[in-house]
């Protein structure tokens, strides 16, 4: 366990689930009469720089590398928060609901 971990190679297996997580929001957003979750995807971005730097530290990336991921994680993050606050405009629908009315 502690060279699985030592290898980075834990943090890739999060990372594919960060991104199968990121793509089934998106598949349900399109079935969802058009919904889009920005403000989930921005977390799961801020999570997924999150284990980039923690991959960078275990592998033995330098500190710009890492410092670059923490910066993308605060990014997403600010991104995050100023959607669900209303201070930036997010797009609500992809496309027109459909009329399920017989």
Partial sequence: MEALLASGHLVDAILLLVALEALGLI??????????????????????ALMLALRGALTGAGWPVIAGCLAL?????????????????????LREPRDTRA
């Fill in 73 to 93: 994680a605060g990014l997403a993050h600010l991104t995050e928060m100023a959607l669900r606050l209303g201070l930036l405009a997010s797009p609500v629908r």
């Fill in 27 to 48: 598949l349900w957003s399109r079935r969802a009469q058009g919904v889009w979750p920005l403000a989930l995807l921005c977390n799961l971005a801020s999570g997924a």
